[in-house]
């Protein structure tokens, strides 16, 4: 269903017509310093983040146990939002009769942070209903407010999820390096070969969940991506020794898992946010989400081949299409998403687990982040 946000003072259009597809894993993500990141969500689209969101903030000091417990929150985090849930998060360019409030632009840096609050209103009527952010190192984007804004359906504009082999056949995936842009420098603009921010982030909520999945054995993953992303963190913080849990793949074109798999690595759907589930042997086996455009990466990696595949180039031919460059440094994932997501996680009260979260600062040290 498509649906237009509309000011819940005056009834004015807000947004062009959007359809619903879950948060993504980086909507929090704060990467690197003076970097430039481009739009969060697909035009288009819109999402939902269940939690408080924005300030006013809390530190964690002043918590009580029981309202940790009751927001979900099981370890200590940096601090808690006060702000509403259910704030709606859409790319600024879908955004219709909304313009900037003075004295509420302040930024960080290169842009604005949303550190104010409220810093858009309602073109119509003044009302405050969203924060713009896309300062850097901050995906850009606009949170609408949940008591400023309602829905208004779309009439005759109705498109259901998409099934699995069709979201195959889309093509989502996700490359894990790409071109990093930094702001800011002397010489202006430059840029650098990077391990993705998105899969950085990906990765840093779905180790969270590979870790409570381990009840604390070691943890064996399959060789590939998988591997490079998961094997250097998961032996670093995992006891050695037998016995050991098997994690693989698992999802829609892969062949069923074996029964004897105790994780799975499974994809979410962009557009419910649904685990994908298997009903056969494996169907007791720990899921761990992760979201498709990176899962179908690490299940269907494209490979890129220095030659073609058989036969070398004719003898005039120049090659104009050099390989992509590798990253230099080591894959770390992302700390305060995994943070985020280790916290809210009812297994981080047991001991082993709890002390990997109160010592992330010592594991980023170490360069496991």
């Not at 237009?4 to 959007?18: H, I, K, N, Y």
């Not at 099981?74 to 879908?94: C, E, K, N, R, Y």
Request: hydrophobic fraction near 40%; glycine fraction near 8%.
């Amino acid at each position: 269903m498509f649906v237009v946000f509309v000011c819940a003072r005056c009834d004015a259009e807000l947004t062009a017509p959007l359809s619903e597809v879950c948060l993504p894993a980086h909507a929090h993500q704060r990467y690197g310093n003076g970097i430039q990141l481009p739009v969060l969500m697909e035009p288009g689209t819109f999402a939902v983040d269940p939690d408080p969101w924005g300030p006013p903030w809390r530190p964690w000091d002043v918590v009580t146990p029981d309202e940790a417990e009751a927001r979900g929150i099981h370890a200590p985090v940096p601090a808690l939002s006060d702000g509403p849930p259910g704030v709606t998060v859409i790319a600024p360019g879908d955004t219709r009769g909304t313009r900037l409030i003075p004295g509420k632009v302040s930024g960080a840096c290169c842009g604005l942070d949303g550190g104010d609050g409220l810093n858009t209103a309602c073109e119509a009527c003044g009302l405050a209903v969203a924060t713009r952010v896309d300062d850097c190192s901050l995906w850009q984007a606009l949170w609408l407010a949940p008591d400023a804004v309602r829905r208004r359906p779309v009439e005759g504009v109705d498109a259901p999820p998409l099934s699995w082999p069709e979201l195959l056949a889309e093509d989502m995936s996700t490359p894990p390096f790409e071109p990093v842009a930094t702001w800011g420098g002397r010489r202006g603009s430059d840029h650098f070969w990077s391990w993705s921010p998105r899969w950085q982030a990906a990765v840093g909520r779905a180790l969270a969940h590979l870790l409570a999945a381990s009840e604390g054995r070691p943890v064996t993953v399959p060789d590939g991506l998988a591997a490079d992303v998961f094997r250097r963190a998961l032996d670093a913080l995992l006891p050695t020794g037998e016995p050991r849990r098997r994690a693989a793949l698992a999802g829609p074109g892969l062949p069923a898992p074996d029964p004897d798999v105790d994780i799975l690595l499974v994809p979410v759907h962009p557009q419910t946010g649904r685990t994908w589930t298997t009903d056969g042997p494996a169907a007791s086996a720990h899921p761990v989400p992760i979201p498709l455009g990176v899962w179908q990466w690490m299940a269907f990696p494209q490979p890129d081949l220095p030659v073609p595949a058989s036969g070398g180039l004719p003898y005039d031919v120049l090659r104009d299409n050099p390989l992509p460059p590798r990253p230099r440094q080591l894959f770390r994932a992302d700390p305060r998403t995994f943070q985020r997501t280790l916290a809210r996680l009812p297994a981080v009260r047991s001991p082993w687990l709890r002390e990997i979260h109160d010592n992330l600062a010592q594991h980023i040290s170490a360069g496991l982040f």
